[in-house]
């Protein structure tokens, strides 16, 4: 694996051709969870990816959109097209330099409006395969297997899961407040969960996370694998 610790020609002379690109989130994550959550959870994911890929991890992007939680103080939000320019201008830079690949992980699903984003990057570096990794579908699965309810924000899950990797940053006063049937609706967080989260911290320990970290991680790289590799969607891999 390399990283941003490397030289320029340490990575040319290796000859990888996937790169892969976390994308953070600085957004609120309710009364015990810090505004860097999501960016704490995808760069270990990232990282084991890069590393399974033996691929340069890039470093982590600490702003995804989060326009939905603006009304709580700490939180910053990439507008869509501010977002759609940086993605572009991730993408442009590891073409120009030669990579063959890029996969984008995020655990935001605020950034999930990224993987809309790729088709026409696509279409523009035709050299460069495009992935966004699809995390709501493997924390699905992870979850299930964890005996851990869906993540959807500020909840038992992602509390959990920070506590297996950085307990000092999980408060000691969650606020749980279970999600709403069919999502929290988009600009009007505050006034359905005050406190921010939409679920339940309080039901978080470190023994869940570590279930659901140890579920996630072959997950994740499987995943990412497979639609590298095998062509889901009819491309072929470029060697
Ligand atoms: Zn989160």
Excluded at 77 to 83: E, G, I, N, V
Aim: glycine share 10%; with cysteine; charged share 20%.
């Amino acid at each position: 694996m390399f990283s941003a610790e490397n030289t320029w020609n340490e990575i040319e002379d290796s000859g990888v051709m996937v790169a892969v690109v976390p994308i953070g989130a600085t957004e609120q994550h309710g009364t015990n969870l810090p505004l860097s959550t999501d960016t704490l959870l995808a760069v270990p994911l990232a990282e084991a990816l890069a590393e399974r890929l033996g691929a340069y991890l890039v470093p982590q992007m600490p702003f995804g959109q989060s326009e939905g939680w603006l009304a709580y103080p700490g939180t910053v939000s990439l507008s869509t097209d501010t977002l759609r320019a940086v993605i572009g201008d991730i993408v442009r830079s590891l073409a120009v330099n030669g990579f063959t690949m890029v996969v984008f992980l995020s655990v935001h699903g605020g950034n999930d409006i990224i993987a809309d984003m790729l088709g026409p990057l696509e279409e523009a570096y035709p050299s460069v395969r495009l992935i966004y990794a699809d995390m709501v579908r493997v924390f699905e699965k992870a979850t299930t297997a964890a005996g851990v309810p869906m993540a959807v924000h500020a909840d038992e899950c992602e509390a959990s899961m920070l506590l297996a990797l950085h307990g000092e940053l999980v408060g000691p006063h969650p606020t749980d407040n279970p999600a709403p049937p069919g999502g929290y609706p988009r600009g009007r967080a505050r006034d359905v969960s005050p406190r921010g989260s939409f679920g339940e911290p309080s039901k978080a320990t470190k023994a869940k996370g570590q279930r659901i970290w140890d579920a996630i991680v072959p997950m994740i790289v499987a995943d990412v694998v497979e639609q590298l590799f095998d062509g889901r969607d009819g491309k072929s891999q470029i060697a």
